[in-house]
């Protein structure tokens, strides 16, 4: 099958032509086009699924030939420079590929629906067929050039699609952050490429590899610094675009965009971009063990930073994406550690089941507005959510299992690939798996955190409306759900939490609830006055969505059912021709790996030890269970009709002992890091933002001032020069003739007495 990769080249451009023929379309016959928008679609869905077969076939290839292909053309030659173009087909990008079509199929079909009545409904096409397109470029790239055109392309996709309503200040806002975030890792990346292209004259992989192999081998110093260095820089770009600490900070704020480019950005293409970065250059990071301990410790840090964000976010969007940064820890942690195979068996399950999660969200955010109108501070707001699982009960069971996936359940997809890196960590460091597995109970928290505050108990919106009141004695959402938004986000105030005193306190269920700012019955009127909708049907109540947006949830429920099954390690001993014991790979992912992992000169016959992975997979679940149980416990309304007697409530005018108090200021402090993003955007724009506009101020002034001063001041003197002589001369021939004669004197008589001296 050797035409197969002869024509692999084709994979990048397949979806290409939707967004060409979009664009000739609304310049050439822009009403037609606009009539007949929703025909793209098929066109759309249709191409990538050209893809996925292309891909699927690749893998199979790779799986029964073992081997890596690779075609080059030579684009320019000169002297001792040459430049040339490929395509590179190995297990990673086959694994990407079939990664990144089918999840754009997904949101392709689940977009129709999604956005049918956007006026951007085709510019949404367009622009998620060319983010494939660039996606693919990006997987299949044959060197360092093409591996940053591509990323730059990723990088203005995620610019567009993020911005994607720039009539919005806060999507504006945080397309200009995410781009100005990423542009600090692509310049890393470019002078990482450009440092390396100055050692081994080459931008191919493999020469790439090979040198920097003999290179260090030589116990050369300057080499070693500044191969480190380079691959730092690399590191570095990846860091950005997968959302790492310290640069994750544009994440969060990227769920301005609509919620299936979020679901498409979360799961296979921007910030999946940088681990597949890291999985590329691993042969070279592995070489240079300061690197690969630097992956491995901004992983773990990032792991427990989005783990610790994520607790207590009330936008349903902006806690899965806290949740993202943490999962994407997992995976840096483990190609840090030396684990190929887990990172990416780790990207593929999570891949699947945050898909799922954000089409859900996306699904609730869509029936929310129908009582809330279009007010995504108020339809993504998980306080003004609960009881939907009566009114959604399809998309509640699809986000339960999401959730449960995430939070590593068995049999479930994501179970397999964390445990396998929980397990990883240990061998490796005791303090980051110990780490590792606090943040798997904090991740069961949070992500149930999520799914009770929004399908169980009562509907708050109505709830609260009911009770007639502005202020209510009975407060439903504990302390991590509280409703009051307008925190301190531009100064510190943990100051706050260590002045207080030992006999004061806070108090979880407060007498004075806030309410909602308006009426339901007022919120409902936004929807039906927006003009792009030609529904005349008022909903009191969230409704399920339409089966074009179910269908991909469901098939995506299939996915995190049974895709982790491809990566379980089924091993076989067997007796070879010299009667030595081997071991056999049974599993899918390790066959379809295995020309990777030989690369990397990595043992791929280890076998799986059932009796060792039992005993922490145990351990692993109970830590998740323990998790789920303080969840239910805290956000589980089991007091609900508890209301009139105020018995939750009272628990608060309890006297407690300094202990409780001492808790209390703990969790609070807990509380306002998570809520205010640890103050790292705090910090960011006091130190960078601010202190930037100083500076701009400063130079300001000094240029206009100081440098233009100077220089206008020679002109303005020689203007107060000219207009005093003018005023003396008056134009009269006598004043003229007295300032000459005055002129001669005032001369002779200096040349008299300078004579006079002189004798």
Request: glycine share 6%; net charge positive; aromatic share 18%.
């Amino acid at each position: 099958m050797e035409h197969i990769y002869q024509y692999s080249w084709i994979i990048p451009f397949i979806p290409l032509p939707i967004p060409i023929l979009i664009g000739m379309g609304l310049i050439l016959f822009p009403t037609t086009t606009k009539k007949l928008r929703r025909m793209w679609a098929f066109p759309s869905v249709l191409l990538l699924s050209i893809v996925i077969l292309f891909s699927a076939e690749l893998s199979i290839q790779q799986i029964n030939s073992s081997s890596i292909y690779q075609y080059v053309w030579s684009w320019t030659i000169h002297n001792d420079f040459y430049l040339e173009l490929g395509y590179f087909v190995d297990p990673l990008s086959c694994i990407m590929s079939i990664l990144i079509t089918t999840v754009g199929i997904f949101v392709l079909l689940y977009s129709d629906n999604y956005m049918l009545h956007d006026k951007g409904y085709l510019r949404f096409f367009a622009y998620i067929s060319f983010f494939t397109t660039s996606m693919l470029g990006l997987v299949t790239s044959y060197n360092l050039i093409q591996i940053y055109i591509f990323w730059e392309l990723v990088g203005m996709c995620s610019y567009l699609l993020i911005g994607f309503w720039f009539t919005r200040p806060s999507a504006a806002n945080a397309c200009q952050k995410a781009f100005v975030t990423n542009r600090v890792g692509d310049f890393c990346l470019l002078l990482g490429i450009l440092g390396f292209y100055w050692i081994t004259g080459s931008f191919e992989f493999r020469d790439l590899f090979e040198i920097s192999k003999n290179l260090i081998s030589n116990n050369n110093e300057t080499h070693f610094l500044f191969f480190t260095l380079c691959a730092l820089l690399l590191f570095a770009g990846a860091v950005a675009k997968s959302a790492q600490f310290p640069l994750h900070v544009w994440l969060p704020d990227a769920m301005e965009g609509p919620t299936p480019i979020s679901a498409l950005i979360h799961a296979a293409t921007m910030v999946a971009a940088g681990i597949f970065l890291v999985a590329r250059f691993l042969p070279l990071f592995i070489v240079i063990p300061y690197i690969m301990n630097i992956i491995a410790l901004i992983g773990i840090i990032t792991v427990l930073l989005g783990a610790t964000l994520a607790l207590a976010q009330k936008d349903i969007k902006r806690g899965l994406a806290y949740s993202t940064m943490s999962q994407l820890g997992y995976m840096m942690l483990a190609l840090g550690m030396g684990s190929y195979r887990a990172a990416l068996f780790h990207l593929i399950t999570h891949a699947y089941s945050k898909a799922l999660l954000f089409l859900g969200s996306g699904s609730v955010i869509h029936s929310m507005e129908t009582l809330v109108g279009y007010s995504p501070e108020k339809s993504q707001n998980m306080v003004l959510m609960g009881g939907l699982t009566k009114h959604v009960p399809i998309t509640k069971t699809s986000f339960l299992l999401g959730t449960l996936s995430i939070c590593g359940i068995p049999p479930l997809a994501c179970f397999w690939s964390k445990d396998e890196i929980l397990n990883d960590s240990w061998l490796y460091s005791s303090i980051f798996a110990i780490i590792a597995c606090f943040t798997a109970g904090l991740t069961a928290f949070y992500m149930f955190r999520i799914y009770l505050l929004t399908f169980e108990g009562h509907l708050n919106v109505n709830f609260k409306n009911y009770s007639g009141k502005k202020s209510s004695s009975f407060y439903s959402i504990s302390l991590w759900g509280k409703e009051r938004q307008k925190m301190m986000k531009k100064r510190f105030c943990l100051f706050n939490f260590f002045i207080l005193k030992n006999n004061e306190r806070t108090y979880s269920f407060s007498e004075k609830g806030d309410g909602i700012y308006v009426n339901v019955r007022n919120l409902m009127c936004p929807f039906i006055t927006i003009k792009n909708f030609g529904t005349k049907n008022t909903f009191f109540y969230p409704h399920e969505s339409d089966n074009t947006m179910l269908f991909p949830m469901l098939i995506l429920v299939l996915f995190t059912l049974f895709v982790g099954y491809i990566g379980i390690s089924f091993n076989q001993l067997n007796l070879n021709l010299n009667k030595e014991t081997e071991t056999i790979d049974l599993d899918i992912l390790s066959k379809l790996l295995t020309p990777s992992i030989n690369l990397l000169h990595q043992n791929s016959n280890h076998f799986f030890d059932w009796y060792e992975f039992l005993p922490n997979a145990i351990f692993s679940v109970s830590i998740t269970f323990l998790g789920i149980s303080i969840a239910s416990y805290l956000y589980k309304p089991f007091y609900s009709s508890l209301q009139n007697f105020k018995l939750i409530n009272s628990f608060s005018r309890l006297r407690r002992g300094s202990k409780e108090i001492f808790w209390d200021k703990r969790i609070y402090f807990i509380y306002y890091w998570s809520y205010n993003r640890g103050y790292i955007d705090s910090f960011y724009e006091i130190s960078l933002i601010q202190g930037i506009r100083k500076l701009t101020e400063l130079t300001h002034f000094f240029d206009r001032r100081i440098i233009d001063g100077i220089t206008n001041g020679f002109g303005i003197s020689s203007l107060f020069v000219g207009e005093g002589v003018r005023y003396i001369g008056g134009g009269r021939i006598s004043s003229y003739l007295l300032l000459y004669v005055s002129y001669v004197l005032i001369f002779l008589f200096i040349f008299y007495f300078s004579f006079f001296y002189i004798i």
